[in-house]
Structures are given as structure tokens and as C-alpha cells.
Nanobody
Framework: VQLQASGGGLVQSGGSLRVSCVAS????????MGWFRQAPGSERELIVG????????YYADSVKGRFTASIDNAKNTLYLQMNGLRPEDTAVYYC?????????????????????WGQGTQVTVSS
């Protein structure tokens, strides 16, 4: 399984950006998927966790209403549309996939719940 993230860059505060994650070796709609981010000196935090089997999506409170995850089945690609970007959104963004699901929302917030990770793409928001 390989995940390739791309689409990061520099954007002004209030702007938008879309990052992509192309998966190979598995169908992204059959497994748990997630977007995380990590800023310097901070722990890796969940942005959105998706359980396709259960039809559940979990967003971090800090991005609700601004960020939206979506997929393109034909391209086996997961997207993260980010609107209303703020300087505090500056981080390296990672996509991840896991083989298990859970009825507990807390499960999706844990990096340890995911088995494979992409290399990350840098998003920088200037004020």
C-alpha cells in the first residue's frame, strides 16, 4: 500500500487549497482513511477520519465548516478541500489508511489506528 499526497503550498489567510492523496495497492473506499496534520513542535492531529464501511466521517472541531473530504473512485484519490485558511492551519498534511474500523469516534482520532501513511505535503498560510 502506498499513499502519495500532493497539492500543498503557500496561500494567504482566508484563501483556499485542495490537497490530494492517491492510493495504490488498495481501494480507498474499502478501508478507513484519514487526513492528519503536524505543525513544528506539535503532535500529529486528526483533521478528518472516514469509515467508509460504516458511513461515518469525523472532523476535528478546528476545521468543521471549513474543510471537506471527498473522493474520486475512478482515480482512487482522497481529497481535502480547505477553505477559509488561517495561519494556525500551517502544517505538514498527511493522509493515512487503516484496515480496521470501530464504532468509537475516539478510534479515528488516534494516529496509531492507521497502518499506512503518505509522505506529507506542506501547507503554509500567511497572515
Amino acid at each position: 500500500v502506498q499513499l502519495q499526497a500532493s497539492g500543498g503550498g503557500l496561500v494567504q489567510s482566508g484563501g483556499s487549497l485542495r490537497v490530494s492523496c492517491v492510493a495504490s495497492g488498495r481501494s480507498i473506499t474499502r478501508y478507513t482513511m484519514g487526513w492528519f496534520r503536524q505543525a513544528p513542535g506539535s503532535e500529529r492531529e486528526l483533521i478528518v477520519g472516514i469509515s467508509w464501511r460504516g458511513g461515518r466521517t469525523y472532523y476535528a472541531d478546528s476545521v468543521k465548516g471549513r474543510f471537506t473530504a471527498s473522493i474520486d473512485n475512478a482515480k482512487n484519490t482522497l481529497y481535502l478541500q480547505m477553505n477559509g485558511l488561517r495561519p494556525e492551519d500551517t502544517a505538514v498534511y498527511y493522509c493515512a489508511t487503516g484496515e480496521r474500523t470501530s464504532d468509537s469516534a475516539v478510534y479515528y482520532y488516534r494516529p496509531a489506528s492507521y497502518d499506512y501513511w503518505g509522505q506529507g505535503t506542506q501547507v503554509t498560510v500567511s497572515s
